[in-house]
Structures are given as structure tokens and as C-alpha cells.
């Protein structure tokens, strides 16, 4: 595939912005501008002069390969002449961290080379519609499972938001959706639901793509999350009353004694701790992978030492009598 030699872009012949002969060889151009920079001074071109007429093209290549540059392929809508592409390409191009900005009217495709630390593809789209243009975008609403409080609405908005193709993305915590604006040229649904899920959630999606059938889908699945939780809240509060009866015989006297042994209260509390509990484990993991903690995080630790400990006694009681501790378990606290 042949190189702008202005920018060092790859260019496809078909879509090329222009082309000129130098001692009997063809260049190709990504835009316009690139090839009237070539026109006035082809020699100084071709030798590695980068630098003629706008400095931002000498260091495309440069800022790529050291990774301060991010490239991104626009699709545009709303150009009819040449006059069109030169105009969002020096809007694009005047903005502060573009390295350049090039538009091919044929192809309607605007090429960027960005620094990512400095705007986003957000910045980007809005530009090019603030010069009476357009970008095209979808927007799509995602229910998402699993959140459980507000820092979980701030993880996945930076995962989509960091997702590539992503122009804009924000999560109601009250309706569990998360509201996204796309390049579809850019990315897709499957993209999306990765990034969620990578995040340490999960993305209800329908294969059919059709807002009723998400509609449908979502209602269901959020029947199926509320049967199982009432499941486990009243399987958990019933074993849970008993726990904490037995851990307290000096409360309630008249407990059966078997429901005081240490052994009997372990057994009971399990189930309750890592199945009932299971939701808040998962959770406390997705945060820990990216380093962060949450309210799942709170809830698996702080039931974790009073559960750890409990078993801890049980199993090595030779040790706290000699340190000194009072036997007592507090599986009533874990569960």
C-alpha cells in the first residue's frame, strides 16, 4: 500500500486525496493539504523534510511509535466539495494535542493523530459537528448486573469510556443501564459488553439487537436475580437467627445445646458465608483485579475476619488458650 510521503500515512489508491508524479514515480496523498505541501518542494520531501509548512506532520510517525499518539479513522457525513474536507481539517487540526488532522473527501474519512492524555474521541466528534458536520454515532442503553453501589457506576463509565470507539458513556445506578454513544465504524455491541464485563459486571444484551426484546430480557433476568435473593435472604435469616442464638447461650438459655457447639455453628454458618455471601466475594475479586476497592470489598473482609477467626479457634484452640483469648466464635457476626 503506498505511503503519503508528507505524513507517512498509509493510503489506498482508490481513496486517495490526490496524486503527483516526481521523476517518473506516482505518490499518493491522504488529503489535500498533504499534497500541496508536496507540490511546492518535492525534492525537500522526499529527503525527510517533514517540517514544510506545518510541523505537526514531522512528528506523527515519531509520536506514534513512542506511544504519545493515538490514531483514530472518522467516518463523515455532510461534506460536498473539497472545500468541505479542508475546512474539518484545520478545525481538527487547531485542536490543543493533534498531532494532525487529514480528510480524505473521496473516501469521507477524516484521519487522526491524537495525543490521548489531552482529549478524547468525545472532543473529536463534538469538533467536527461544532464545524457543521457529522460524525455518526449509535446509541445504545446496556442493563447491567452486579452493581451495588455508586463507586460501581464509576468503574464501568471509565471502562466504556476507555473502550476505543466510545464517544460518551454514563450508568444509572437506579435503573442498572448504562447509556452509550458509539462509532460504529469503531467498535460494536460485543466490544461494549467486553469492556463491562472485563470491569467485573455483567451486560444483558439480545442477539436480535431490538429495544423490546432488550426490554423483555432485562425483566426477566431481573426476576430471576430478585428469586434468588429472596431465596438466600430467607434461607440466611433463618440459619442466621439460629447462629446467633447459639453463639449467645448467656441471651438465650434455653437454646438446645447441640446449636452451642462450635462445630455445629461452623457447619450452619458456611453455607450462609460463601453461598448466600458468594455475590459480595465476586465482587471484592472484579474490584481487586483493577485494584480498587468497593462496598463488596467492605462487606467480604469484614465477614471474613470474624469467619476466619471463628475457625481459627476451632481448629487450633491450643493456641489462643495459651495465648490467653476467651473462647468464643463469632460465626453470628460472619453470617
Not at 461494549?192 to 472485563?198: D, G, M, N, V, Y
Not at 426477566?220 to 434468588?228: M, N
Not at 475476619?305 to 471463628?310: C, E, R
Amino acid at each position: 500500500m503506498p505511503t503519503d510521503p508528507i505524513c507517512g500515512m498509509e493510503v489506498e489508491k482508490e481513496t486517495a486525496a490526490g496524486n503527483s508524479s516526481y521523476e517518473g514515480q506516482e505518490y499518493y496523498f491522504c488529503a489535500v493539504s498533504c499534497k500541496e505541501k508536496f507540490d511546492q518542494d518535492p525534492a525537500a520531501a522526499l529527503n525527510g523534510d517533514k517540517a514544510t509548512g506545518n510541523g505537526s506532520h514531522g512528528s506523527v510517525k515519531a509520536a506514534v511509535s513512542e506511544g504519545e499518539g493515538e490514531r483514530v479513522d472518522l467516518t463523515l457525513e455532510g461534506m460536498t466539495c473539497a472545500s468541505c474536507a479542508a475546512h474539518i481539517e484545520e478545525g481538527l487540526g487547531d485542536l490543543a494535542g493533534v498531532f494532525q488532522a487529514s480528510v480524505n473527501f473521496a473516501a469521507e474519512k477524516a484521519t487522526v493523530v491524537f495525543d490521548p492524555r489531552k482529549l478524547g474521541l468525545a472532543d473529536l466528534v463534538k469538533s467536527v459537528g461544532d464545524l457543521g458536520y457529522r460524525v455518526p454515532t449509535v446509541k445504545a442503553n446496556i442493563p447491567v448486573q452486579g452493581m451495588s453501589c455508586a463507586s460501581c457506576v464509576e468503574r464501568i463509565e471509565t471502562a466504556l469510556r476507555e473502550a476505543k470507539g466510545v464517544a460518551s458513556a454514563t450508568v444509572n445506578f437506579a435503573t442498572e443501564t448504562a447509556a452509550v454513544e458509539y462509532v460504529p465504524a469503531l467498535t460494536g455491541m460485543a466490544d461494549l459488553a467486553r469492556a463491562i464485563r472485563e470491569a467485573g459486571y455483567e451486560p444483558v444484551l439480545e442477539e436480535e439487537g431490538k429495544e423490546g426484546e432488550i426490554v423483555d430480557r432485562q425483566k426477566v433476568e431481573h426476576e430471576r436475580l430478585l428469586k434468588r435473593l429472596r431465596v438466600k435472604l430467607i434461607t440466611s435469616a433463618i440459619v442466621g437467627l439460629g447462629v446467633m442464638m447459639g453463639s449467645t447461650p448467656h441471651l438465650f438459655p434455653w437454646m438446645p445445646g447441640f446449636l452451642q457447639n462450635f462445630v455445629v455453628l461452623w457447619i450452619l454458618a458456611t453455607p450462609i458465608q460463601f453461598w448466600a455471601g458468594g455475590q459480595f466475594y465476586a465482587g471484592a475479586w472484579a474490584a481487586l483485579k483493577h485494584r480498587t476497592a468497593n462496598m463488596n470489598t467492605l462487606i467480604a473482609v469484614g465477614t471474613s475476619a470474624a469467619y476466619l477467626y471463628s475457625v481459627a479457634l476451632i481448629l487450633y484452640p491450643s493456641f489462643f488458650e495459651v495465648e490467653g483469648v476467651a473462647r468464643a466464635v463469632y460465626f453470628d457476626t460472619s453470617t
